[in-house]
């Protein structure tokens, strides 16, 4: 009841102040029936079952992984395919009711919270897997596909889908969000993965990004290691692995709205399907791990192992915090120093050559312990401490809930804001072991707080915008791949400046003139 | 007097209105009051020399390289700085009078003809290169920079800037038309290079698409080949070229304002500098050329060569029409058959076994007199065909006019639409030798026509909208790197849907609400 009146109250504003001298009588009339009209509309497009108004679906749908608060919208809603999500926007557009797209929620920067109020689009029920061309690798996903869904889909097709953000995300919230993960070094981030979108603006209208159907080309060197027999009698390897050796759009047909819509967050519209750039499983993997004397001796390796050319898949740092804990949590053993986690992809032959490359590498530099293995299970258990470290960093405190902040500077000031940041925790008694995708400039603080405690909240709020601006200061950016959501639009008007700001606001208003597109998230409301 | 005339016209639209029933004598004295001020105020910012009336002048920036007709723009400013473009721009605002940004006008789709007059901004002033990072990989440069220029200033540092679309273009213009050219197989396109953009609006707003100074990062990877010593005494190359290996931008903050201006051939802003990604010179350059049986061998071959991982810097294709006319025109005697000229870059001793792999496969597609040179001398040698191949078909029928068309379409596809283009070329009696940089789906028909024969424009614009829609079919695109401009803005139309067209003009309409910046390109005029 008190939602009702609550939605009614959004459905009626208007006409509120218009019948204010009227009787209350008429004018919860009035209100229960648009009420009614509006929810009925909801029903006829989508069914009973797509529209939920009970108290613990929006509690679910109203908050991600992060520490900003629930905010659960008025009603979910379901939609099992585009018409059914753009009749709703029409419905939403015409009752100036604002729509919140929601994937899995497992966003960093509180970017689904109906900050006011409004109507969540819940995808999950478009979960089909579209249009494998394997011969092209590519493919299209509705929202409801998460990237282990779609790998899994794609298991006996000699294909994948590396972009990997940690959770099992939705791939079409992936898009939405600019997600990249531990797989980018290699393979790349959403951006350079998303080859198309299908997008429902705020009013209803269905757009695809790079025209209906398209799937730009790129140019796709898959390759397998060659080798030829020497006059002296050896083998030499004289093609090494180029997945990714072209992977260039080439199309200049008019404005980029792939990449305009790639990383809005939901606030230029509902992204409905997602045409997908795939890559070639590799024929093996090794997994290696190695602990360094130093920041700077593990960041050092980094750069040299990017520098010689191997093509590693992943190369994680953690910093000895965040060691210590994983081996409190997973009865480890690692030394409690910086310690970098790597990945190689590759023919089975050039492995052994990635992997010694690397082991030369980070012995010149000081690592040691350098350990590696081929089959899976040695594999999982090396990097073991790495896929736990979430949960190892939220044992350091039970009770406590983790929030994980991210910024992104250039590798070569990487230990310097690593050990600069470390100071600050401790000066500033925040638990916030490091992990980072070192290969990128990208890391990690896993802030364990205990939400309880406003006060702490409140320097973990201080501590991650010094964070973003020791960032910004290193020519770096406030978030490398979480985005901006709630948490970092102050942040993102220091990083671009008033005037990119006022264009990014402007091409919201084209795209979006009522303002019912996930409002309030990346830009700042305005003031009137 | 006329130009005076007809400036002052499009100065005093309105006023003319209002005044239509006062006396002539008023009217004019006020147009004439009108323009002094416009013109003084220009003459205020840049200088005398910075404002030009002159016929010439006009009319040599009224057209670039295609065959659409000359259309001079009223004025050509020529800014030394952002400051003056920006004010310069205000002016234009104040007066509503159009602005055409102007490079080089090298262009090849009518991009800087001023079809509803106004006021040029040539940016050949402003030719500094700025802000050169050697250990970073990059550089800003001003509009007035040509690449050739950038790459004789980069001469000394070991760095060069690959993008080459073949004319000495201003790397800012190649940056708004989003070019590409013979490298873009193994180095990308502009929209791949382009790092950040300092961008003035049409009310004289200075953006960076970027924010202010940043350079968002990217993981460079830059390898030269290592020996290892295997235990028979073989040498096993164990790291193979990877300069592209990882190029991929990190950041999730905020709209991705650079990718929209990239491409946006003037209609959006002024760009006034952009931050490009630089590469390492390569250690040793080799050339090759090879003769196939057919279109399908040649393309084949190029699959098969960046399937096979060698990083091919440049795979270039001209058909058996335009072969015979290089013969001709540079005394070579090539086989009159469908030719690949290549080139690869890397170190020394990787080279022999790039050369050595596309040898093989080129033999095993039916390739023959595969001819390759190290030396600069013999390498620009066997490349002369392909350099002159615009001079070459410009002599197929002298006193003519050449004209360069353009689609991309997926690589599978287009031994078939190279067949069935050179069809309709006969069919047509047209003259139209096929370039191609094969190794993106991505080819160009040299169309050589008389400019003063009607009736042969009609049948070569009737061919070049039935190749982009044959394109179109086949999944591509109707431009792959000559852009829209006044030429292609229905097969835009066509390829995008009306909806995103729809949403593109809103993108328009948002950063220039008053349609000044170089009207009617990409987006065809509005029916009122």
């Known amino acids: 009841m008190l939602l009702s009146l609550s939605l009614s109250r959004r459905l009626l504003p208007h006409r509120h102040c218009a019948l204010q001298c009227r009787n209350i009588k008429s004018e919860n009339v009035a209100r229960s029936a648009a009420l009614d009209s509006v929810l009925s509309a909801f029903r006829s497009i989508c069914g009973e079952d797509g529209v939920s108004l009970g108290e613990a679906v929006r509690e679910q749908h109203g908050k991600d992984e ?13 939609p099992r395919c585009v018409e059914e999500v753009s009749a709703l926007a029409k419905v939403c557009n015409n009752h100036h009711l604002p729509i919140i797209p929601f994937g899995t929620g497992t966003g960093l920067e509180g970017g689904v919270g109906a900050v006011k109020g409004g109507v969540c689009f819940s995808l999950r029920n478009m979960d089909q897997v579209l249009d494998l061309h394997q011969e092209d690798f590519d493919v299209t996903v ?52 998303t080859l198309n979108l299908e997008v429902v603006l705020a009013d209803g209208t269905i757009i695809h990004t790079a025209g209906k159907g398209r799937r730009p080309r790129y140019t796709i060197s898959v390759c397998t290691l060659k080798y030829a027999v020497l006059p002296s009698g ?171 902040t991210d910024v992104c500077v250039p590798l070569s000031r990487l230990p310097q804001i690593i050990v600069e940041t470390k100071e600050d925790l401790i000066e500033n008694r925040l638990t916030g072991p490091i992990a980072g995708h070192v290969g990128d400039g990208n890391f990690h603080c896993l802030m364990v707080v205990d939400p309880n405690d406003p006060e702490e909240l409140h320097r973990v709020h201080l501590f991650t915008e010094r964070l973003a601006r020791r960032a910004l200061t290193m020519d770096g950016t406030c978030t490398g791949e979480h985005g901006v959501g709630l948490g970092k639009r102050v942040l993102l008007c220091e990083e671009m400046g008033p005037m990119a700001i006022q264009v990014m606001q402007g091409l919201k208003d084209a795209l979006d003139p009522k303002g019912l597109m996930n409002p309030e998230k990346i830009l700042q409301p305005r003031v009137l």
Chains 1, 2 share one sequence.
Not at 167 to 181: E, H, I, K, L, N
Not at 379 to 391: M, Q, T, V
């Open 234 to 404: 050896g083998l030499n390897a004289i093609a090494f692995l180029f997945y990714l050796l072209s992977i260039f759009r080439k199309t200049s047909a008019g404005y980029n709205l792939t990449n305009l819509f790639v990383g809005s967050e939901g606030t230029l519209g509902i992204i409905t399907k997602t045409t997908l750039r795939l890559y070639g499983i590799p024929e093996a993997v090794v997994s290696a791990v190695c602990s360094f004397p130093s920041v700077q001796a593990a960041v050092d390796s980094t750069v040299q192992v990017l520098q010689s050319g191997v093509p590693i898949a992943r190369i994680e740092f953690l910093d000895d915090v965040m060691i210590d804990a994983c081996n409190r949590f997973s009865s480890l053993s690692y030394p409690v120093t910086p310690t970098l986690f790597l990945e190689f992809h590759g023919s089975e032959r050039s492995l052994e050559e990635q992997v010694n490359t690397t082991e030369d590498i980070t012995q010149s530099n000081g690592g040691s312990d350098f350990q590696w293995a081929r089959d899976a299970e040695t594999r999982n258990r090396l990097w073991k401490a790495r896929h736990d470290a979430w949960y190892a960093a939220l044992a350091l405190r039970p009770g406590c809930k983790a929030y994980a």
């Open 142 to 193: 509705e929202p409801g596909v998460t990237r282990k869904a779609l790998n899994s889909y794609l298991r006996d097709t000699g294909l994948w889908f590396p972009v990997d953000p940690g959770a099992d995300a939705s791939v079409c919230g992936m898009a939405a969000t600019s997600a990249s993960g531990t797989n980018a070094v290699r393979y790349g981030t959403m951006r350079e993965n």
């Open 66 to 78: 992060s520490v900003h608060r629930c905010r659960p919208p008025d009603v979910v809603l379901f």
